[in-house]
């Protein structure tokens, strides 16, 4: 079941051009700053040197035209320009569509390979014919990824590594970074006070590192040293050997390998019975330095294999998102085993089995939170991808728009996270075209020229609350509620408050735009929005100031997989509703209904809030039992009761489809087990809730 | 007046001590000046303190500087103590450095005659 | 999946509805269920018994004697639920078909299948893969993905539009 090596470098690949784009558009804000310049050359040196290691030629050779771009950057010899970050992210682009290509097979526009080349080159300075193949590419020790290894680093700097700027101490501590590091100086080149060179340098390292990075990852540290320093790097243990106890190495063994000793003269010194170390140093043989730097190795080693169980629990591990689905299916059922033997328990007066399925169940639950945990991940990585949108598109509507972000630290089910990013795009996209006006209109609003949209993500319970805010025109109450009227969602008398009027903008087929664009405006995207987030079982609402903005706010619940819910009971079917969206219950009696005059409204304290009957909404047989219940529910700010036959009370839901047979079923979204093995039904309140206001207005019209 | 200051102070067992304060900066641009400082006072005492606990900033160039005067200074048979080296950037540089007594002189191989901590 | 295709073996699994006998072919078949209480989804057509609950999976239950216009199958002590897998599109789906009484695997040699006649059964010829025979009574051998293809489905959902249910 092992990855192969090229789906691994794909992935990899996909990872850093994610990371390219956040730096380039980085770049874009900040041309001059040396870090982020380093980290788009790293980026584009990884997937040239990594791509050519595993085959993937036309990526490395078209990678290597833009890293000797930025390998000028880098130098001070020319200017990053609006126009070079532009041509970057296009071929980021393309990176990515050859990525994509060669997992498909499918075709590569090489013509724009070769247009992005020629552009390229025309950066470099009296446009020297750049060399036609990659430039030698580093032989990497090693390609495995993320396992750790420690490696032996001797880093020794040119005399004159200070003349050009550089501080080796910087690099040590880049170094560090990666890991668990010791490093040991050299001092033995340093001369007597008189005679030193107060601009040479003198002194050199070795470094014992245990990392997860790579060969490449670590050379990379020294990129911009490289004609500077000697460097060498050798893998001294790779994680999985350490197993093998008696492969611990000696001193001795070490000087040798190093280079430091000969065999011979090991041989001979071992016949002594000092200290090795010591030995070695009297003799002449070794310099302390050197003894010091293998020792640090032979602790280095015998502490990683100390560690090894610890380092490896603390350290991340890359997994199959299937098999995580499997755990979670898996988990799923253990839930609705447990309610079954928690119920089995609860029947019979068995103290012995009530304590065991009370320890099952702190445990299941237990098992389930850490299960729904490990699928989280931060919602982070699909903000970046809107920061791309935002440039572009406000680019080619000609405004000026920046996108802030905050929480993108928050974390969502996996799912989630995936089916999120569609309604977030329309939303933004929506913002983009018709919410930020053109610069000049915001100027002679006496609002800045740059139009911010402002995106944030924060946990609120078991949800989270993404909100998408910006400072453009705001809605228009007066087109919306024409469109309404025209589009039959309004009555002509109707007075809706400004708020239950926005959220028409979500209703199917409504669009106020007055010309169709490509980016949006085609009359289906905030429809879509509604239907992506209530099958999220999430909500929306929101408001909006003539002139100020608007601001859309979308809760979604953590996890799609296990839910709190009410179970209720009509006849002898079952049903749940997320326990989330549940206010209270109250009791509608036979009185109840003749007061209402065959309107479909009960009194809640003072506030009348309609219901839907759902034994006649479903058409189920059987009647109804003189005192029903009624489960009101709130949502979105909207109130609305569900008149079942009687509530049974909690439970835990874990979550299943109901398959391709019954996808468009309404006002069911999917299906659990009970304790007792029998189906129950989940109940889809946003879709019921238009059903009971389609009910209610139909009363009132008569 | 000059970023590295002279003091005497002193005589312990016979021997004449002096301690230099080592400035906010102990970086290339300042070697120079560093090595000159430090010969001075090798010179002048028979134990020599450097005070090293203003220093704010500290690089390669300076390090080999205190690295070289602690060696000539046990060459010609004179003690070399630096203090101050337990605040501001010194911990974390000279882990950074891989500069540790025990470790890396070579003229300390007893473990006990290293500048560093 | 093409394994079907290829993996073709002559063994079917048969099975009554009303008087009819019928087969399907045994890599189709994943197991035999007792009949068990069937939950009901609202609003679906009448051949769309409902849902099951299969180690811990939901299974659809579909009444093939309504699907081929018969009368609903009765429940007694012979009502069988046939697990099979299906091919919807592309996709692999599970369900269940309601049987009044499941019979035997049988042997099938292919050239005693003979192609579906173009009259004289009730059911639409696209569902037969082709007559087999035993004791001189014919066993109807369905094509169980056509059963339920794509278009079958799709008018399953038929989009009733809410408000309109509401005022019915």
């Known amino acids: 079941m092992r990855e192969r090596p090229n789906d691994a470098f794909r992935e990899e690949a996909y990872e850093l051009l994610a990371e390219l784009e956040t730096s380039l558009l980085e770049l874009e804000d900040n041309p001059r700053d040396k870090d982020v310049i380093g980290r788009v050359f790293r980026a584009m040196h990884t997937i040239k040197g990594s791509g050519a290691m595993f085959g993937f030629d036309e990526i490395s050779a078209f990678t290597h035209e833009i890293e000797t771009v930025f390998d000028l950057v880098r130098n001070d010899e020319i200017l990053v320009t609006k126009e070079m970050v532009d041509l970057c992210l296009l071929a980021r682009d393309q990176i990515k569509a050859m990525l994509d290509a060669a997992g498909g097979h499918l075709e590569v526009d090489r013509s724009r390979t070769a247009h992005l080349v020629g552009a390229f080159r025309a950066f470099l300075p009296q446009a020297a014919p750049a060399e036609a193949s990659p430039a030698a ?54 001369p007597p006070i008189d005679d030193l060179h107060p601009e040479v340098c003198y002194l050199y390292w070795d470094v014992i590192l245990t990392t997860t990075a790579d060969a490449n990852a670590i050379r990379d540290v020294f990129i911009f040293v490289e004609d500077d320093c000697e460097m060498t790097l050798a893998s001294i243990d790779d994680g999985g050997c350490l197993d093998d106890g008696d492969s611990r190495k000696l001193l001795g063994e070490i000087l040798v390998e190093r280079g430091d ?33 293998a020792l640090a190795e032979q602790q280095a080693l015998e502490k990683q294999r100390q560690n090894r169980p610890a380092a490896d629990a603390a350290s991340s591990l890359r997994v199959p998102a299937e098999r995580l689905d499997k755990l979670v299916d898996l988990v799923g059922e253990l839930v609705t085993v447990q309610s079954r033997l928690s119920q089995t328990a609860a029947g019979r007066e068995d103290a012995v089995l009530t304590a065991v399925a009370e320890e099952v169940e702190r445990l299941v639950e237990e098992l389930r939170d850490l299960t729904l945990n490990i699928r989280m991940l931060p919602i982070g990585t699909t903000f970046s991808k809107f920061k791309r949108l935002v440039r572009d598109l406000s680019r080619e509507l000609g405004k000026d728009i920046e996108l802030e972000t ?110 169709v664009t490509s980016v949006s405006g085609r009359g289906v995207g905030m429809d879509v929005v509604r239907r992506a987030i209530d099958a999220l079982r999430g909500t ?85 039992p003189p005192i029903e219940q009624v489960v009101i529910t709130s949502l979105g700010g909207q109130r609305v009761g569900f008149v079942v036959d009687h509530v049974i009370g909690e439970h835990q839901t874990v979550i299943k489809s109901l398959g391709r047979m019954y996808r468009d079923v309404q006002g069911i979204s999917g299906a659990t087990i009970l304790g007792d093995g029998s189906v129950a039904l989940i109940l889809d309140v946003p879709q019921l809730l238009q059903g009971a206001e389609a009910e209610e207005k139909v009363a009132t019209h008569g | 007046m000059s970023a590295f200051d002279y003091v005497e102070s002193g005589e312990v067992d016979g021997r004449r001590c002096g ?22 006072a090798l010179e002048d005492c028979a134990v020599l303190t450097l005070d090293a606990a203003e220093v704010g900033e500290v690089d390669v160039a300076g390090l080999q500087g205190l690295c070289a005067v602690h060696r000539t200074g046990v060459a010609r048979g004179r003690q070399v103590l630096v203090t101050g080296l337990d605040v501001g950037p010194w911990p974390e540089i000279l882990r950074l450095a891989g500069l540790r007594r025990h470790e890396a002189c070579p003229l300390s191989n007893d473990r006990k005659n290293c500048l560093w901590l | ?55 811990g999976g939901v299974v659809p239950v579909v009444d093939l004697r309504v699907k081929f216009g018969m009368a609903p199958t009765p429940q ?62 014919f066993i109807i051998i369905l094509d169980i993905d056509r059963v339920f293809s794509g278009e079958e489905l799709a008018s399953v959902a038929g989009g009733e539009d809410l408000a309109q249910a509401v005022r019915s």
């Open chain 3, 76 to 137: 007694t002590v012979n009502t069988c639920i046939i697990i099979v897998e299906i091919n919807l599109e592309g996709e692999t789906t599970v369900l269940g078909a309601l049987a009044d009484q499941v019979e035997e695997v049988l042997d099938l040699d292919p050239a005693q299948i003979e192609p579906a006649p173009r009259i004289g059964t009730r059911l639409r010829t696209e569902f037969i893969k082709g007559m087999g025979k035993r004791d001189e009574q």
């Open chain 1, 540 to 624: 929306i609402d929101i408001h909006s100031e003539k002139g100020r903005g608007t601001t859309i706010r979308v809760r979604i619940p953590l996890t799609l997989a296990i839910i709190e819910s009410l179970l209720v009971a009509i006849g002898k079917d079952r049903f749940v509703l997320p326990l989330s969206l549940v206010e209270e219950c109250i009791e509608l009696t036979e009185g109840d209904v003749a007061a209402a005059h065959g309107r479909n409204l009960v009194r809640v304290r003072d506030q009348l809030v309609p219901y839907l009957p759902l034994r006649r909404w479903f058409a189920m047989e059987g009647a109804r």
């Open chain 1, 261 to 293: 000793l000969s065999a011979a003269d090991l041989e001979r010194v071992l016949t002594e019975r000092k200290r090795l170390g010591e030995v070695l140093v009297e003799d002449g043989l070794v310099k302390p330095g050197q003894v010091a730097a």
């Open chain 1, 137 to 190: 590419i580093p032989a990497p020790a090693a390609a495995e990824g993320a396992a750790t290894r420690t490696w032996r680093i001797r880093f020794r700097p040119a005399h004159d590594i200070f003349a050009n700027g550089t501080n080796p101490l910087a690099l040590l501590r880049e170094l560090c970074e990666l890991g668990e590091a010791r490093v040991v100086a050299q001092t033995d080149l340093i």
């Open chain 2, 19 to 40: 301690r230099l304060h080592l400035g906010s900066s102990l970086t290339v641009a300042e070697a120079a000046e560093l090595r000159l400082a430090l010969m001075a």
């Open chain 3, 1 to 55: 999946m093409s394994a079907d295709n290829q993996n073709e073996t002559n063994q079917y699994l048969t099975f009554k509805l009303d008087r009819e006998i019928f087969a399907l072919g045994i890599a189709k078949v994943r197991e035999v269920l007792d009949y068990t209480a069937i939950t009901r989804v609202p609003k679906t057509p009448d051949f769309m018994r409902g849902v099951i609950n299969v180690r």
């Open chain 1, 406 to 515: 905050a929480g993108a630290e928050t974390e969502l089910d996996k799912t989630v996270i995936e089916r999120l990013n569609d309604p977030l795009v329309h939303i933004i996209r929506n913002s983009i075209d018709h919410g930020i006006e053109m610069p000049e209109v915001r100027q002679v609003a006496g609002k800045p020229r740059q139009g911010t949209i402002h995106l944030s993500a924060i946990h609120s319970g078991d949800s989270v609350v993404i909100e998408i805010r910006d400072d453009g025109k705001g809605l228009d109450r007066d087109a919306i509620r024409r469109k309404a009227i025209e589009k039959g969602l309004l009555g002509e008398q109707d007075e809706p408050s400004d708020h239950d009027l926005f959220l028409l903008i979500f209703a199917a087929g409504f669009s106020t735009a007055q010309t």
